[in-house]
């Protein structure tokens, strides 16, 4: 039962990564669901994490057969927790892309290069490239090298998510109510816990460095996974909220097409002068109808032309 739900989550990461790729294809734009998306990005990157560290597969199966080919061992547990850095960068760009800046390809790609050389090489300096064990952190002291890929592993996490948590923080005090204030607020919350769990981590390899015992240090467990909970809980929060928003929006503009959709057609035939773009075709069945409501643009066209159509008779009526 649990390898299968180890390995179940990965697969649902990748698939509704996959999907959101395949959306953005079809449309010849990646901006909202592409790979280029900072949430597509998300989900692809902890997916591929989760599926390098399926514990019965990639510890007793994957990471001895490639230690013979390379003399690495644990190559499947550098690969998850590199890919799990590695979502720093989706991470930081989602606040940017919310926020409304841009977060470049190259600067992502640059930084993914870093990341992803800087945690091989402190790895391959660490006693962790020469004993295989199940959990890295369990089974080596604290000593310089190993510090060092600590630190190279939780540093890009600590950095995105406390910038992440100052650009929401400065948009909500710009936005400050509504259901997008409140979607921010939960993404704030998220960033600052994420940003919290990173620095316990952070004093807690200190601690550990040291031989320094402390209430923080014997109950680290405890209270990571506290704050890990936390924080999935406030992106449920921001997630819900949002999601919620906008379909309630959807949900209106569907009934509107569904309710004026052929009356909007007729306009549309007896008066082709209101007609805003030509090349734009609609149908009034459901399926269309939901499908054109994703958006404000089939809505937007129905009043504007509609109430064109309607002012139009309404002159001619005067006329005659």
């Known amino acids: 039962m649990s ?3 180890s390995a179940l989550i ?3 990461l990748l698939v509704l990564a996959a999907g ?3 959306v953005g294809n079809r449309r010849q734009s990646n901006r909202w669901t592409g790979l280029g998306n900072p949430f597509t990005q998300i ?3 902890l997916g591929l994490a989760k599926l390098c560290r399926v514990p019965r597969i990639t510890d007793d199966v994957l990471s001895p057969a490639l230690q013979r080919v390379t003399g690495v061992a644990n190559l499947m547990t550098l690969s998850g927790m590199t890919f799990g850095t590695l979502s720093a960068i989706p991470v930081l760009a989602f606040s940017s892309y919310i926020t409304g800046r841009n977060l470049s390809a190259k600067v992502q790609v640059s930084a993914a290069g870093i990341i992803v050389a800087a945690m091989s090489v402190t790895y391959l300096r660490s006693p962790m490239a020469h ?3 199940p959990f890295l952190q369990n089974h080596f002291a604290v000593t310089g090298a190993v510090a060092a890929y600590w630190i190279v592993f939780i540093a890009p996490l600590t950095i995105s998510t406390l910038v992440g948590f100052a650009y929401t923080v400065r948009e ?7 259901p997008f204030a409140r979607a921010l607020a939960g993404v704030a919350a998220t960033y600052f816990l994420g940003f919290t769990y990173c620095a316990v981590n952070v004093v807690n390899l200190v601690l550990k460095y040291t031989g320094t015992d402390s209430f923080l240090f014997r109950h680290s467990e405890p209270i990571e996974n506290s704050l890990g909970l936390a924080s999935l809980a406030a992106a449920g929060f921001s997630a819900a909220t949002y999601a919620w928003h906008n379909l309630r929006d959807r949900l209106h503009r569907y009934r509107l097409l569904r309710l004026r959709g052929h009356t909007w057609l007729a306009a549309r035939s007896a008066s082709p002068e209101v007609v805003l773009d ?3 075709r609609f149908r009034p069945t459901r399926r269309a109808c939901w ?3 994703r958006s404000a643009q089939a809505a937007y066209r129905l009043r504007m032309e509609l109430a064109d159509h309607e002012h139009q008779t309404a002159k001619q009526s005067v006329v005659a």
Do not use: D, E, N
Not at 172 to 178: A, F, K, P, Q, T
């Open 172 to 178: 909500l005090s710009w936005v400050r109510r509504g």
């Open 43 to 45: 989900l692809l990157v």
């Open 3 to 5: 390898l299968a739900i």
């Open 10 to 12: 990965p697969v649902v």
């Open 291 to 293: 499908s054109a409501a």
């Open 20 to 22: 959101r790729i395949l």
């Open 131 to 133: 004993q295989a064990v």
């Open 278 to 280: 030509r090349t734009y």
